[in-house]
């Protein structure tokens, strides 16, 4: 039995809306991850002491900021860090 094509657009049409939502939802989803990922950046390259924070927490993403960093050029954060927690103790 196949179903007539006025049927099938029917359904074409009723499924627009869910394909919308679903692609907004997504959307949203990725425009968080983007903006919490540049909050995050932000916040470690503008405080050390927040940096200390992720090293105990999750070493991990420091170690991404890290790489991230001295991939663009600046080397050096890594070294000054460790001193200063060093220093600290």
Known sequence: MRIPVCARLRMARSMEPLARKIFKGVLVAELVGIFGAYGLFNKMNTSQ?????MSKKFPFILEVYYK?????????????DQEKWLNSK
């Open 49 to 53: 002491d927040f940096r200390q924070t």
């Open 68 to 80: 991230s960093v001295e991939y663009s050029g600046m080397y050096g954060i890594r070294v000054q």
